[in-house]
């Protein structure tokens, strides 16, 4: 091989390091795993999480990919002058609700997914919403 083609594909190999690296991390969207209805914390450790943070702050592994920073959950009720708002939570989480925050809707209208969970049984749907929005409110900083 003459130094030439030797330094045209080290360069070939370098650009394309590059272009890889250069490239934004996406988000691969898997099938959302069961969970138990009841559970709001296991909810939100399989829904939430990798978005919104172990903990609610918006730092999850996946936050960094997103097109909008994701809500720092633990702080809705601050923002709402010391009362967590519930009802706009709830609506947010079944889709009930479109927040500007969201971008292009990249939170999943998870009342969708409840139901196809649940062969469209919306009692199971209504049951998982209050059960993840109340593990939310549990979040609040105080």
């Known amino acids: 091989m003459s130094f030439r083609c030797a330094l045209l594909l080290s360069a070939t190999m370098v650009l394309s390091a590059?272009?890889?690296l250069a490239q934004k991390k996406e988000i691969?969207?898997?099938?959302a795993p069961y969970t138990p209805p009841t559970s709001g914390k296991e909810m939100y450790v399989a829904y939430c999480a990798s978005?919104?943070?172990?903990?609610?702050?918006?730092?999850?592994p996946a936050a960094s990919a997103l097109k909008a920073p994701a809500t720092?959950?633990?702080?809705l009720a601050k923002q709402?002058?010391?009362?967590?708002?519930?009802?706009?939570v709830s609506a947010v989480i079944s889709g009930e609700h479109m927040t500007t925050v969201h971008g292009?809707?990249?939170m999943p209208v998870w009342g969708n997914v409840f139901l196809a969970m649940h062969g469209h049984d919306s009692r199971w749907v209504q049951m998982?919403?209050?059960n993840?929005?109340?593990?939310?409110e549990s979040l609040q900083v105080k």
């Open 80 to 88: 709402n002058n010391g009362k967590f708002p519930i009802l706009h």
């Open 104 to 106: 292009s809707r990249e």
């Open 128 to 130: 998982r919403v209050s």
């Open 18 to 20: 590059l272009a890889a």
């Open 132 to 136: 993840l929005t109340h593990y939310i």
């Open 28 to 31: 691969k969207q898997v099938p």
């Open 72 to 75: 720092d959950l633990t702080t």
């Open 51 to 60: 978005c919104h943070g172990k903990e609610g702050k918006g730092d999850g």
